[in-house]
Each structure stands twice: as structure tokens, then as C-alpha cells.
């Protein structure tokens, strides 16, 4: 059994930064993917970004299109810690972000473990 835990968030004016970040405990039998996804008030869940396995310590990133030139998805290996920079900061950002792991297809709803969230609030 895994267990995420997301932190990092919290309110932010628009144009600044966050980075958040994902601890896991436990260890997944194996895994296709970690990232992020992310919920709105009264909106459907959406990807966000994630690291999809090439081979042992290899990845290669995928980024929701209309996130990819502000948000950047990294691994901070020595500390086991997945980490997502969030630039210039929209108030349509504005959600809970979770971090999550996928065994196979990657998608919005498809994870197999998922955290308990943290709040991104961005004001304009």
C-alpha cells in the first residue's frame, strides 16, 4: 500500500509561483507513472502533469497543454520527493492539487493511488 502526501500549497497572487511537493511511504510493486492532477470548485477533474517510466531512473514528462510552458514536473531523487514548480499563476489554477501514481493508462481518473490533496488558491 502507498500513501502520497501532497504540501506546498497556499495562497498566492497572480503571477507568482509555487512549488509543491509529493512524499510517498510504502513502495508501489510497480508503476507506469507519477504526477499530478488537479480539482476545481465545481469543475471535473484534470491532468496536470506526470512522469511517465522509460526504463529504472529514466522519465519522460507530459504536461496538460495549456500548462506546459508554466508548470515544470521533477523528482527530487535523494529525498524521494516529486515536486511540480508552478509559474506565473492564474487565477484559473485555482484547485486542489493531488499527487498521484498510475499503473497503466494515465489519465484525469485512472490512477491507482492518490493523496489527500493541497490547496492552491491564486488571487487576482
Known amino acids: 500500500q502507498v500513501q502520497l502526501v501532497e504540501s506546498g500549497g497556499g495562497l498566492v497572487q497572480a503571477g507568482g509561483s509555487l512549488t509543491l511537493s509529493c512524499t510517498p511511504s510504502g513502495r508501489a510493486s510497480s508503476y507506469y507513472g507519477v504526477g499530478w492532477i488537479r480539482q476545481a470548485p465545481g469543475k471535473e477533474r484534470e491532468f496536470v502533469a506526470c512522469?511517465?517510466?522509460?526504463?529504472?531512473?529514466?522519465?519522460?514528462?507530459d504536461y496538460a497543454d495549456s500548462l506546459k510552458d508554466r508548470f515544470t514536473i521533477s523528482i527530487d531523487a535523494r529525498n524521494n520527493t516529486l515536486k511540480l514548480k508552478m509559474n506565473s499563476l492564474k487565477p484559473e489554477d485555482t484547485a486542489v492539487y493531488y499527487c498521484?501514481?498510475?499503473?497503466?493508462?494515465?489519465?484525469?481518473?485512472?490512477?491507482?493511488?492518490r493523496g489527500q490533496g493541497t490547496q492552491v488558491t491564486v488571487s487576482s
Open positions: 512522469l511517465r517510466m522509460l526504463a529504472s531512473d529514466t522519465y519522460a514528462a
Open positions: 498521484a501514481i498510475w499503473s497503466r493508462r494515465i489519465a484525469s481518473s485512472t490512477y491507482d493511488y
